[in-house]
């Protein structure tokens, strides 16, 4: 089955600066990779996700690569601010099977 | 519309006892999972549901667990004999993930259910 790593677990940033979140996946047929923020004692909530047909998207200060033939993505964070301080999910999955593959998350920290 | 929604919120109980835990997903949507999270901890997948029937169970710990749905709508996620380390919060989500289609979608999750077991 599909195995998806996530690094680092812990990520400790200065506000304004960049946060990067790296995934690799394993299953080359994984299409769909969307990337969840889950605040403390609070659901988690997608935030982006990307498609295998295309290699980057971006929504204002977030966006998502993905290079495929690395079978590796990646979340970039910009102009890092004190409410983007949570824990952050990756997950790869494919058409045919609908349950996505979880990273363990990585805690980001904005420090004011 | 409404979205995701669980209950109860909080249970706690005895070691020994069963608990049933519950979610309404979004109207419409197909596919149902239930996760379990422990503290500072990912997202372990215990089941996903296909409108009523359960094509992945894979994920269920241990027989002292079963899930079940009817009407293609609310879940219950029961849990037997229930034991310490069963302590968690319990996560539902529900996405349009239809038969056929190309990719999955989005997963909306529910405000999860924190079980305690004494």
């Known amino acids: 089955g599909e195995n998806v790593e996530q690094h680092p677990s812990t990520l400790s940033v200065q506000e304004g600066d960049s946060a990067v979140i790296k995934c690799t996946y394993s299953?080359?047929?994984?299409?769909?990779f969307p990337w969840y923020k889950q605040e403390l004692g609070k659901r988690p909530q997608l935030i982006i996700d990307?498609?295998?047909?295309?290699g980057e998207k971006k929504d204002q200060r977030i966006a998502v690569t993905l290079n495929k033939t690395a079978k590796h993505f990646s979340l970039h964070i910009t102009e890092t601010q004190p409410e983007d301080s949570a824990v952050y999910f990756c997950?790869?999955?494919?058409?045919?099977?609908?349950?996505?593959?979880f990273g363990r998350g990585t805690s980001l920290i904005v420090h004011p | 519309g409404a979205g995701v929604s669980q209950s109860p919120s909080n249970k706690v109980t005895e070691k020994g006892k069963d608990v049933e835990l519950r979610c309404d997903p979004i109207?419409?949507?197909?596919?149902l999972y239930w996760y379990r999270q422990s503290l500072g901890q990912g997202l372990e997948f215990l089941i996903y549901?296909?409108?009523?029937?359960?094509?992945?169970k894979s994920g269920l710990p241990s027989d002292r667990f079963s899930a079940e749905r009817t009407g293609g709508s609310v879940s219950t996620l029961t849990i037997q004999r229930t034991q310490q380390e069963d302590s968690a919060v319990y996560l539902c989500?529900?996405?349009?993930?239809?038969?056929?289609?190309?990719?999955?979608?989005?997963?909306?999750f529910g405000p999860g259910t924190r079980l305690t077991v004494l």
């Open positions: 990307i498609r295998s047909n295309v």
């Open positions: 989500a529900s996405s349009l993930a239809l038969q056929g289609h190309r990719y999955a979608g989005e997963q909306f």
């Open positions: 299953d080359s047929a994984s299409n769909y």
């Open positions: 997950a790869a999955s494919f058409g045919g099977s609908y349950i996505p593959t």
């Open positions: 549901f296909q409108g009523n029937s359960a094509p992945d």
């Open positions: 109207s419409g949507h197909t596919a």
